[in-house]
């Protein structure tokens, strides 16, 4: 087969958007949510139905960062995750993360229902797979935690697709959908509902003060009682908070046309992940993801590509059309972190959704909307981000750092990759480690390699003709200008 594509996500396909204004003045808000995706648009659709003056944020475009790479599952069935809490907490926190799942497809359906959205919504199942022997126990623990918290899910040998499957778990009330076509639509609900939404607008400082915040622009300031960072990977905590509690893994994605919607979504449980869904347009598609590591062990974007279309070629009927990769903030318990980071300082936080953003994007805006309006949320205590931490959680947490911490010292040794073009070069320069890219025209792009955020050194991407961050996800492009944060600050070298 041969490889002709966008590196672009499907879910961009023929889709215009209208770039709202950015702001251009200083403002006084009773909340102000950080981020446009399916966190934060979702918390400010709750809001809209209260009388806070709202404002919401988005350093690029709602709803076309994170969001819109992720592969639109609405599913309860999500890999090992129920083995993984009732390991560390025990089976009645287990049932209540799977209850919280099912209550988050179930407001997800009720909106799209209530305002009639075009999203493509629809019905699938789900199954759990693996085609490795050692892995069929811990399937069939899964089977006895569902039969046992009240789901009826069924045992198979096979899958509807031509893949290698000895034993899976299948469950018939999942959905799938088009994650970009949902939040663009809440974005012209809460639009006309009076929630103030400023694109292009990217926060760099956030300062308390007395009882509010100060939210700091290039050139403006907002002042507002109460912030929600929904900005994927929070970037204003202390980072002796976020970078020990998380994780970043990277996937890679890619689709290409088949000849029928089979209506399912499937997810392994092997060592590397294998995810697959199927989406209907003018065509049908097949959605592949895989590849899921830690990312400063995922930086090989083009041999990772290389080995994520072999398998998916068998199915697809014609070449592949779109790849893409995605991050995802990863927990050490299995839980995303939800709610009041501080509630005295009045900031909440949603994230560490560990791959399933799509439920527990949209179950994070009704929890921080309740808590926002002092109502009580029964999910609020299974997702607090000051839990209480569990010995088997600190264990799991250690590994996670090891790796993190690793990826640091690697970065720093490791000067130049082998996977490197010819035109990537790194030089030391006035006693700083610069990256030079020369482009088709013989120009030489010169940055500092030293991340803002925490100090790692960047790795470029020849893909994307950007410099990431191995240890948490920053991105920057040619030029040095800020992409992607958690860093809020350029690296260019004049």
Not at 93 to 113: D, G, M, P, R
Not at 461 to 472: E, G, L
Request: proline share 3%.
């Amino acid at each position: 087969m041969v490889i002709m594509m966008i590196y672009k996500s499907i879910w961009l396909q023929g889709i215009k958007t209208k770039t709202l204004p950015s702001l251009k003045e200083d403002i006084t808000t009773d909340v102000l949510i950080i981020g446009g995706g399916i966190t934060g648009i979702s918390t400010a659709y709750y809001l809209s139905k209260s009388n806070m003056n709202v404002t919401l944020v988005d350093s690029n475009q709602i709803g076309l960062g994170v969001t819109s790479k992720t592969t639109g599952k609405l599913t309860y069935l999500q890999e090992l995750l129920y083995n993984k809490i009732q390991h560390i907490y025990g089976f009645n926190t287990a049932k209540k993360y799977l209850e919280s799942q099912k209550y988050a497809i179930e407001i997800v359906k009720n909106i799209i229902i209530n305002n009639d959205i075009k999203c493509d919504f629809e019905s699938n199942s789900s199954y759990v797979f693996t085609d490795q022997n050692n892995n069929i126990h811990k399937l069939k623990d899964l089977k006895a935690f569902l039969n046992n918290a009240y789901n009826d899910c069924k045992v198979i040998t096979h899958l509807p697709i031509k893949y290698p499957c000895k034993y899976a778990i299948k469950v018939d009330d999942t959905f799938v959908f088009h994650p970009l076509k949902y939040v663009l639509a809440l974005k012209e609900i809460c639009l006309k509902r009076g929630i103030n939404i400023y694109e292009k607008t990217k926060i760099i400082d956030l300062e308390k003060k007395d009882n509010y915040y100060l939210a700091k622009t290039n050139n403006n300031v907002i002042k507002a009682k109460k912030v929600v960072l929904a900005c994927h990977y929070p970037f204003f905590i202390t980072p002796s908070f976020f970078p020990f509690k998380t994780y970043l893994e990277k996937s890679y994605v890619a689709s290409g046309i088949v000849d029928k919607n089979k209506k399912f979504n499937a997810i392994s449980c092997n060592d590397s992940t294998h995810s697959i869904r199927y989406y209907s347009s003018k065509k049908d598609y097949l959605i592949y993801a895989g590849l899921s590591k830690s990312l400063g062990y995922n930086m090989n974007n083009e041999k990772n590509f290389h080995d994520l279309f072999w398998h998916i070629q068998s199915n697809l009927t014609t070449d592949i059309k779109y790849s893409w990769f995605n991050y995802d903030v990863i927990t050490p318990d299995g839980l995303p972190l939800i709610g009041y980071y501080n509630k005295d300082q009045n900031l909440l936080i949603g994230t560490g959704y560990n791959t399933w953003g799509m439920t527990n994007g949209s179950l994070a805006g009704k929890i921080l909307s309740d808590l926002i309006l002092d109502k009580k949320n029964k999910y609020q205590e299974l997702f607090d981000p000051n839990r209480q931490i569990n010995i088997s959680k600190i264990i799991n947490m250690i590994g996670s750092n090891v790796d993190t911490g690793l990826t640091y010292i690697t970065s720093k040794l490791k000067k130049n990759y082998s996977f490197y073009p010819d035109n990537i070069k790194i030089v030391y320069r006035h006693g700083k480690r610069c990256g030079i890219y020369t482009d088709h025209l013989n120009k030489e792009h010169v940055v500092n390699t030293l991340c803002p955020h925490m100090k790692c050194n960047l790795i470029f991407n020849n893909i994307d003709k950007t410099w990431d961050c191995p240890c948490h996800g920053s991105r920057f492009d040619i030029d040095g200008k800020v992409i992607k944060g958690p860093s809020v600050y350029n690296i260019s070298v004049k």
